[in-house]
């Protein structure tokens, strides 16, 4: 009989993983199961450390437990690529707030239809937003991400000329890329 291992996440720090791990503790994830929290978003399965953890750790006969399908993947095709995974080690997957099991032909439909469903139904939230967001444009309300402030500009070009890479210095001051490729532009600094 394999371990049951659960797979919490959050898309940040300040957030609190007590909630799918209550959900968990249901289906004996707990005490001496392992269990992997993950603190970022779940966008991009590549830069989610404790996935990739977990899913070299699971061995055949296990069984990976999540709370709810978005908190492993965020769209169709990554589900379906982790589950496959996770299928290939020999282990099986269970949700339990949609309470199916990938083991089962019935579990593998549901799984199917249940992602294209949180696929469709995030889809259609970016759409709203793009939408309200447009209105709020039209009628000159809308004031968009307050802009960050970045100070020792000259220090992060000094940097950025010495070979530090744009993604590290992006990090370090806690912007995206897209916004120090920009100043570094306006700035005239080669990146």
């Keep these: 009989m394999g371990e049951n291992i659960g797979y919490v996440r959050v898309s940040s720090a300040e957030q609190n993983p007590a909630r799918q791990l209550d959900a968990l503790a249901g289906f004996c994830v707990q005490g001496k199961d392992k269990i992997f929290i993950e603190y970022q978003s779940g966008k991009n399965i590549s830069d989610r450390p404790e996935l990739q953890k977990m899913l070299e750790y ?23 690529n982790l589950i496959e995974q996770i299928k290939e080690k020999g282990a099986s997957f269970r949700s339990v707030k949609e309470n199916f099991e990938t083991g089962t032909p019935s579990g593998k439909l549901q799984f199917t239809m249940l992602a294209a469903i949180s696929e469709f139904e995030r889809d259609t939230i970016r759409e709203r937003q793009a939408e309200g967001i447009a209105i709020a444009k ?4 809308y004031k968009g991400r307050k802009a960050k402030s970045i100070e020792n500009i000259d220090e992060l070009i000094k940097k950025r000329n010495m070979g530090v890479s744009v993604a590290q210095l992006a990090r370090e001051v806690g912007v995206s890329r897209p916004t ?9 600094v080669e990146v």
């Design 180 to 188: 120090l490729y920009k100043i570094f532009k306006e700035k005239g």
């Design 138 to 141: 039209e009628k000159g309300v």
């Design 58 to 80: 699971i061995r055949e006969g296990d069984t990976v437990y999540v709370s709810e399908l978005s908190r492993l993947g965020r769209s169709v095709r990554d589900l379906l």
